[in-house]
């Protein structure tokens, strides 16, 4: 009897160009949104460490010049909360990332105990080539309050006049403000002309606190100094 040729032959399964393709595709997109994700983070992350630099040097200033009239005083207490503030993100920020850091490697060291499988170690070496750098994450957010901070301190810090150095300081604050609220909302997804009031009005608010209270506190106990 001769051999069945159909029932003998291998069977094979036709393979879909067209379907795999768009399974690449798939995957290239899924890649570039999380990619785009992890940008906007760390511009949004950069945005607010920069408006941080800027309320607190302008406030700073104009508590300073509350009480003191002197142009001197102000450059060196913008350029003191400066360096401090700068200081005072790096290290905040390198210590809240490291610990973020330490947690999630101690969760890939228990993924990988708790299974042998070769597929679970891939994801396990995956998540930790994803890992947040904690001296990255501190340079950029001192760097970020740094450059929010030199817009009051460069555009007041050098006028003489009281009055214009105090105008000067608020201008450049409130510029800045809008600017770097409505960048932030634009980041994060929400409304840009509302993002920008909000903090331009909390930046004046801040501003407004600071002064009134330094003022206050010179009056109280006569403290205001003329120096130039």
């Known amino acids: 009897m001769a051999p069945n040729a159909v029932s003998d032959a291998p069977t ?17 997109a899924a890649a570039s949104r999380v990619d785009y994700l992890a ?4 511009l949004r992350a950069a945005v607010l460490g920069a408006n941080d630099g800027l309320v607190s040097v302008a406030s ?5 010049g509350a009480v003191n009239v002197g142009a001197r005083a102000m450059l060196v207490s913008g350029l003191a909360g400066l360096v401090a503030g700068a200081c005072s ?20 060291d228990r993924a990988r105990s708790s299974s042998s499988s070769d597929a679970s170690g891939e994801g396990s ?16 957010s001192a760097l970020a309050f740094a450059l929010g901070a030199l817009l009051p301190l460069l555009s007041g810090g050098f006028v003489r006049p009281w009055g214009a150095r105090i105008a000067a300081v608020c201008a450049s604050t409130s510029l800045g403000l809008a600017g770097f609220g409505a960048a932030g909302a634009y980041l994060g997804g929400a409304n840009v002309v509302r993002s920008g009031v909000r903090v331009l009005l909390g930046g004046w608010l801040a501003m407004a606190v600071t002064f009134a209270l330094l ?7 006569k403290m205001e100094v003329m120096s130039a």
Do not use: C
């Not at 940008?39 to 760390?42: E, L, P, T």
């Open 12 to 28: 094979t399964f036709a393979s879909n160009p067209k379907q795999h393709g768009q399974d690449i595709e798939a995957a290239s």
């Open 39 to 42: 940008r906007a983070q760390w």
């Open 60 to 64: 700073l200033m104009i508590g300073v």
């Open 89 to 108: 993100m790096a290290i905040g920020e390198f210590v809240s990332v490291y610990a973020q850091y330490d947690i999630q490697v101690a969760h890939s």
């Open 125 to 140: 070496g995956e998540e930790e080539e994803g890992l947040p750098s904690p001296t990255k994450a501190a340079a950029a």
């Open 215 to 221: 003022k206050l506190f010179s009056l109280a106990f």
